[in-house]
């Protein structure tokens, strides 16, 4: 059996106490914000469970850090009101600031990183997911970010910034093996690819796998630590030479 660490044992905690919750109230109860890698656990957990009705939805399409959503039959989804916003951050277009100007000034006024969604920067704008019992403390204490003067527009319902931007990858493999798409992915050798996997620094669909053989299946993530997130879209068909063509995208 794997070893489940202290910090897997404390998310499993949290999501039993917000079944229990919701179950006992008889009304929706909400959990995160959660990041991608703790969205797939709480799955893996959901698929054991029967009737349980759930939801993850971070504030917009694709999101990438979401709160989950549990609630009685009665409910639809599509009634769901989750307590968060989007707060708008403005400033000097000329001033680019970062995600991680962002999440260090969040975090350095004794945010919670799970009351922190999804940040989008653009051009004198980012767009922050914040959960709603925060929102007035962050209005009145966080002047300043990068030491960039801000403005704060809460409940902001207008254009988001882009939130992702993609390189795509067209090359050709060998097969769905795990050890051959990481080797294409990152331009290293089988070797490589396959020390990689085994030390625990690569994982599919936001979980680690350490099987250089594992078969992916696409649509599907692939993170490499240090290298970053790749979408693979799709494998075939194959070429005159038996490989597999190969279609994906890094995130960028």
Same mark, same amino acid.
């Given at each position: ?37 703790? %969205? #797939?656990?709480? *799955?893996?957990? *959901? !698929? ?20 989950? &959503? ?5 409910? !639809? ?10 707060? &708008? ?5 000329? %001033? ?6 962002? *999440?260090?000034t969040? *975090?350095? &006024? ?8 999804d ?13 709603e ?10 002047q300043?970010?990068? @030491? ?39 331009r290293?050798?089988?070797?490589? #690819?396959? %020390? ?21 299946? &696409? ?6 630590? @240090? ?14 030479? @038996? ?10």
């Amino acid at each position: 059996m794997a070893c489940i660490s202290d910090d897997e044992k404390l998310l499993y905690s949290r999501l039993e106490d917000t079944l229990y919750l919701s179950n006992k109230r008889g009304c929706p109860c909400f959990l995160g914000f959660l990041d991608l890698r703790e %969205q #797939a656990l709480i *799955l893996r957990q *959901l !698929s054991r469970l029967h009737s349980v009705n759930w939801q993850f939805y971070g504030g917009y399409e694709d999101a990438e850090r979401s709160m989950l &959503a549990v609630f009685p039959d009665y409910y !639809s989804a599509d009634d769901l009101i989750y307590p968060f916003s989007a707060v &708008a951050f403005r400033y000097r277009p000329s %001033q680019h600031l970062t995600h991680r100007d962002f *999440l260090g000034t969040l *975090l350095s &006024a004794g945010v919670r990183r799970d009351k922190v969604g999804d940040i989008l920067c653009g051009e004198g704008l980012t767009v922050v997911f914040l959960s709603e019992e925060i929102v007035p403390y962050i209005s009145q204490q966080v002047q300043k970010v990068g @030491g960039e003067g801000i403005t704060i527009q809460r409940d902001y319902d207008g254009e988001l910034p882009v939130s992702h931007q993609f390189a795509e990858i067209k090359e050709t493999v060998a097969s769905p093996r795990l050890d051959a798409v990481v080797k294409v992915l990152i331009r290293v050798s089988r070797e490589e #690819a396959a %020390q990689m996997i085994r030390t625990g620094l690569v994982s599919v669909d936001h979980l680690p796998i350490d099987n250089v053989s594992h078969m992916l299946t &696409a649509p599907c993530t692939v993170s490499v630590r @240090g290298y970053g997130r790749f979408l693979v879209d799709r494998f075939g068909p194959e070429t005159k030479k @038996g490989r597999l063509q190969f279609l994906a995208r890094k995130c960028i």
